[in-house]
């Protein structure tokens, strides 16, 4: 039974035990429970079918590490960056460079040369890996950082040639002589993942083995379990679709599932016939989502509900997913599918509030983000409140965070760093509140929020309501400057192809949900698509931009 106490006037804790943690480096971590699944896949390639079995993972994780530290003669600590999609290849170089010591800086493929040559200056990258189709991309950012870093690429296709100038990864891989495993502190730094940049730029944040490890433990408590256990004649299979280079797909479905002996099957990005194909083909039990794939599946006609067959949890992450939204899910499935929330940040490895199976049934849970996690606690605080004194139940204030998954710090930011540790707990930036149940609902963004003659408006809030307003398929808010209150919310919303959206019934259908402050006196404007990142966050910043170009001619 899920009991809920706090240790202290305002401090929540989920009243789960504290989990245990292993001082151990992630890779051992990962690899060395596996000898009971080493003959079963570890990774597989949903479009090539090109896989590794748990004991390839290991040989071939140890050799590349190797070849990295005595070809390219790296040093304990240097960053190498991982310009990858979802590819079997990804924990292979991931693991092998950590065990041979290195930092891995995770890189977003589908950023420009330039935001590549950006992140690969910051983290001061020795070198590239990344597959022979990015080869002209890495080419172009490394030519923008005016350095010589050299690449190594990997082949996806049979009888793919490697391109003039870069270097092959399987001969990089396999002709290695060994290196010992570099020593190791559990508090090394080991990933360097950027933030989403959805509030500002990207900066690095600095994870150890000890955060990574921390988090999966908390992720492992029996009482968040969702997978059968793999044994000699069982194993589940898990589709990846969310992005390893993204800490919600690095952290939650690569390390997470490997260390349970999963099989993962790679999706390089999100096709909806690859996507569905891979639900038909590996059935699933659990599926982790972003709101953007949770409503493809709700809301596609090509998505049967026979595909949702084995699905018992679905985990949503990175930003919010909608009630309405959640309920047409399950009525598309036809079942009881539990829906589930993680809330996490690049600065906690991400994993810091979850609803767990059990937690659905209980009362006041509905909309919530759930608990924090074992060993975990978080509180509220009021906006400008440097004493950091939590707020009470239904108080609204920012989350402050403290736990094993807190980051090191960010990468060379020593201002950054400061304003954001209070006494030894991280602010996050998200306005929450928590329920006399104690469980905690998420607002907005602190940055995000509109000032309304100095009301509050939260985006998301109007967002859900006009997204379910017939014949809207999106809808992203955004605050405008007005003379007389300040700022306006003015939505942008996408309509169903050949619809008309009666403007005038829209504003009412909001008009009588929300308070007079919050209606949309900035205005609707119809648009093709909303710019969102990698993970469905909205790039209101885009909008914003979009609006002054509007505004200015
Ligand atoms: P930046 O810090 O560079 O502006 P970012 O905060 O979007 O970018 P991430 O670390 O990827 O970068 O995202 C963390 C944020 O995502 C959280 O602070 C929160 O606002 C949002 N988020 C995460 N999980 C959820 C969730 N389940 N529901 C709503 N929002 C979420
Ligand atoms: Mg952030």
Known sequence: VVRKTTNAPGIITSGLQDVEIPTIPLDEFVLDKSGIWDARVAVECVVTGRNYTYSQLRTKSKNFG??????????????????????????IVALGAIRAGLICTTINPLYTPEEIARQLTDSSAKVIITLNDFWPLARAAVQST??????????????????????????????????????TSSEDVIFLPYSSGTTGLPKGVQLTHSNIVSNICQLHHPELNLFRETTADYQEVCPAVLPMFHIYGLTVLCWNLLSLGIKITTLPKFEPEMYIKSLRK????????????????????????????????????????????????????????????????????????????????MPGIEGALGLPLANTQVKLVAIDDPTGTPLGPNQTGELLVKGPQVMKGYLNRPKENEETFLDGWLRTGDMMY?????????????????????????????????RNFPDVTDAAVIGVPDPKVGEVPRVYIVTRPGAKIDFDKLNEHV?????????????????????KNATGKILRRELKMIYEKENSS
């Not at 304990?76 to 590819?87: E, G, S, T, Y």
């Not at 082949?155 to 010992?180: C, L, M, R, W």
């Not at 907005?444 to 985006?459: H, M, N």
Request: glycine letters at 6%; hydrophobic letters at 40%; proline letters at 8%.
């Open 66 to 91: 190797s070849s990295l530290r005595k070809k390219l003669k790296l040093q304990k600590n240097d960053v190498i960056a991982m310009l990858l999609p979802n590819v079997p290849e990804f924990p």
């Open 146 to 183: 005016k350095t010589d870093i050299p690449v190594l690429t990997v082949d996806t296709k049979q009888g793919q040639s490697t391109p003039a100038g870069a270097i092959n990864f399987s001969e990089f891989t396999d002709n290695a002589v060994d290196f010992p495993r570099a020593a």
């Open 282 to 361: 590996y059935k699933p039990s659990t599926l982790y989502v972003v709101p953007p794939i949770a409503i493809f599946l709700a809301k596609h006609p090509a998505v049967k509900p026979e595909d949702l067959d084995s699905v018992e949890y679905l985990i949503n992450g990175a930003a919010p997913l909608g009630k309405l939204d959640e309920e047409e899910l399950i009525k598309k499935a036809n079942r009881d599918i539990a829906v589930l929330q993680g809330y996490g940040l690049t600065e906690t490895s991400p994993a810091v509030l979850t609803i767990w199976p059990n937690m659905k049934k």
């Open 434 to 466: 928590y329920n006399d149940e104690g469980f905690l609902f998420i607002t907005d963004r602190l940055k995000e929020l509109i000032k309304v003659k100095g009301f509050q408006v939260a985006p998301a809030e109007l967002e859900e309501i006009v």
């Open 511 to 531: 008009n009588s949900k929300v308070a007079n402050y919050k209606q949309l006196k900035g205005g609707i404007c119809v648009i093709d698509s909303i710019p």
